[in-house]
């Protein structure tokens, strides 16, 4: 992609029924960087003529208008669930939150020692852990001398400029989650490397967003059972893989 003063960005609106995997193949063999929504808005930026041409096969009179441009470095489709997410209060050594999210099979995983927030200028400590397998999502019960409740779950949509899971690789990741208790956009910024890395778990700022609340004393039951951690039931236990880790 070229210089971004060579470059120019059009949002476009296609209506429903658009096909989102036609117009990103057609993106991507023009050059053209951004992302399109199954309801049919489009952004697409690059070289004048191929955003034109993009534009062009989108159908006749689509309206259009000029958008700034952001720096894709992909052409993807938005709105739609990348995969599942879970968020574990976990009562271990240390107290603490596991939070991740599907990509690629598995769910990346991050302890979160304050938990999760929904207020933007909370930027909470996340740091990076092993990925777990899938079948770790639906525990909740008794685990050594402590206990596990599944706080929240949902889906989520993978946002940002960069593909998936390139951003996480280069230390910054955006995505939406749509759980019973967090939702809306929310981001991923790695500040510390190593064994285990450090990154920020930060609520961006969205109609979902409450400035000064704290989510996790406000909502501390599980999602499954009602109970808080502190009456977790012993149960079965975790797939024998996943059993001690974080």
């Known amino acids: 992609m070229g210089s971004s003063a060579r470059n120019r960005a059009l949002r476009a609106a296609a209506g429903g029924g658009i096909d989102a995997e036609a117009v990103v193949a057609e993106a991507r063999a023009l050059g053209v960087m951004g992302w399109v929504r199954p309801a049919?808005?489009?952004?697409?930026?690059?070289?004048?003529d191929a955003v034109?041409?993009?534009?062009?096969?989108?159908?006749?009179?689509?309206?259009?208008?000029?958008?700034?441009?952001?720096?894709?470095?992909?052409?993807?489709?938005?709105?739609?669930?990348?995969?599942?997410?879970?968020?574990?209060?976990?009562?271990?050594?240390?107290?603490?939150?596991?939070?991740?999210?599907?990509?690629?099979?598995?769910?990346?995983?991050?302890?979160?020692?304050?938990?999760?927030?929904?207020?933007?200028?909370?930027?909470?400590?996340?740091?990076?852990?092993?990925?777990?397998?899938?079948g770790h999502n639906d525990f909740e019960g008794a685990l050594g001398d402590g206990g596990v409740i599944i706080w929240d779950r949902g889906t989520y949509e993978q946002g940002g400029?960069?593909?998936?899971?390139?951003?996480?690789?280069?230390?910054?990741?955006?995505?939406?989650?749509?759980?019973?208790?967090?939702r809306g956009g929310f981001a991923l910024q790695r500040t510390q490397g190593g064994a285990k890395p450090q990154w920020l778990l930060i609520k961006r700022k969205d109609d979902e967003a409450r400035p000064g609340s704290d989510i996790?004393?406000?909502?501390?039951?599980?999602?499954?059972?009602?109970?808080?951690?502190?009456?977790?039931?012993?149960?079965?236990?975790?797939?024998?893989?996943?059993?001690?880790?974080?």
Do not use: C, N
């Open 40 to 48: 049919g808005e489009v952004h697409a930026e690059g070289a004048p």
């Open 161 to 182: 400029r960069v593909a998936w899971p390139e951003a996480l690789e280069r230390g910054h990741a955006v995505f939406v989650l749509h759980g019973a208790k967090l």
């Open 52 to 134: 034109e041409a993009l534009v062009a096969f989108l159908g006749e009179d689509v309206p259009t208008e000029r958008a700034r441009v952001e720096g894709h470095e992909q052409f993807a489709i938005r709105g739609v669930s990348a995969g599942v997410f879970v968020v574990q209060e976990h009562q271990a050594t240390a107290h603490h939150y596991d939070f991740r999210l599907e990509v690629d099979g598995v769910m990346r995983s991050w302890a979160v020692p304050k938990g999760p927030s929904l207020d933007p200028a909370a930027k909470r400590l996340a740091v990076q852990v092993e990925d777990h397998g899938m």
């Open 216 to 246: 996790t004393a406000e909502r501390p039951e599980s999602v499954v059972s009602g109970r808080p951690l502190a009456v977790a039931r012993p149960s079965s236990g975790p797939p024998a893989r996943d059993a001690g880790r974080p």
